[in-house]
């Protein structure tokens, strides 16, 4: 009998202590979010309050992440003054992902210009119409992300990993995108003005009927990538890949697209009037309706280029190999060889 006694008295013990545990860790949350929603230093301590309490309450961690992040995307489009969201923005930023290991992140339609990502875990994320211009977002993980219609203007996103993801409708203005995986990513209509690709690796993604004027891309692989109807107006293009690329309808006046590989390339009914290609590899590129008035191609290989009722006048074909290329119907007014 009094070891039966013992023994209850233990699990009463013991389920006395877990409810009391529960309880204060009740408490804690509650205090810490009420600090979160002050002004000044509260906010600060709020977030560190929350984070230990994850620390020490492991099945906590989730509900506090996704609290958090709940937290950044409300509180960070407020437009009520509060001078210390900033500082208390980026430790809550910082502690989301830090307790987010296990799931996405989801900072749909945040507002976080400036935010520091670098070499932040946003796989999967969900960052749908974000706002986080001039973030720095070099190396960060952000395969599979959904980034529609977000914004990432001026942003450094050097050596960071977009594969697969979502990019449609997006806005690079002038993004750093050097070294970065764009592979399989999709950049629909994507805004990509003045960006710079240097070293990018965008194989087999896709850009249709993206902006693409007056990006600086060298040394980039571009195999295989869909530019259907795409604007590279006086883009600068050197040593790319382009091999297998489909950029039927493209607009490509002015561009720049010198000692690069363009082979077996879809440019039906594009426009390059004015473009460079000199010392390119265009073999068996189809240039069907295209329109490449005054263009340079001085010293490209053409062989088994189609040509067929395109516009070539005043073009420099001066040094290029041109053995069985198909000129049917094509305009060589003023056509330099």
Request: hydrophobic share 45%.
């Amino acid at each position: 009998m009094g070891g039966l006694l013992v023994l209850v008295g233990a699990v009463y013990t013991a389920r006395s202590y877990g409810l009391s545990r529960q309880v204060e860790q009740s408490k804690r949350f509650s205090d810490g979010v009420q600090l979160l929603g002050g002004h000044g230093p509260a906010g600060y301590g709020g977030v560190i309050a929350l984070h230990n309490l994850a620390n020490d309450a492991p099945r906590l961690r989730s509900p506090i992440a996704e609290f958090l992040q709940t937290h950044l995307r409300v509180e960070s489009r407020s437009s009520a003054p509060n001078a210390s969201r900033p500082a208390t923005l980026a430790l809550a930023l910082e502690s989301a992902l830090a307790l987010s290991t296990d799931s996405a992140i989801d900072l749909r339609g945040a507002l976080l210009p400036e935010a520091n990502l670098k070499r932040a875990r946003l796989r999967n994320a969900d960052l749908r119409t974000a706002r986080i211009d001039r973030a720095n977002l070099a190396q960060a993980d952000l395969t599979g992300a959904s980034l529609f219609t977000a914004s990432l203007s001026g942003a450094n996103c050097g050596g960071a990993c977009f594969s697969a993801a979502d990019l449609r409708g997006a806005l690079l203005l002038g993004t750093n995108l050097v070294d970065a995986d764009l592979t399989h990513a999709r950049l629909h209509a994507a805004r990509a003005s003045q960006s710079v690709l240097v070293r990018a690796d965008a194989t087999e993604a896709i850009f249709r009927n993206a902006q693409l004027d007056g990006v600086v891309a060298r040394g980039c692989n571009f195999s295989n990538v869909d530019m259907t109807r795409a604007n590279l107006d006086t883009a600068y293009l050197e040593s790319v890949d382009l091999t297998g690329a489909r950029l039927v309808h493209a607009s490509a006046a002015g561009i720049v697209l010198t000692n690069s590989q363009l082979r077996d390339v879809d440019a039906t009914d594009s426009v390059f009037d004015g473009a460079d290609l000199r010392g390119s590899d265009v073999r068996g590129v189809r240039f069907a309706r295209a329109s490449l008035k005054g263009a340079d191609l001085r010293g490209a290989r053409l062989e088994g280029a189609n040509f067929t009722d395109a516009d070539v006048s005043h073009a420099d074909f001066r040094g290029a190999q041109l053995d069985g290329v198909t000129w049917d119907g094509c305009n060589r007014t003023s056509a330099v060889f």
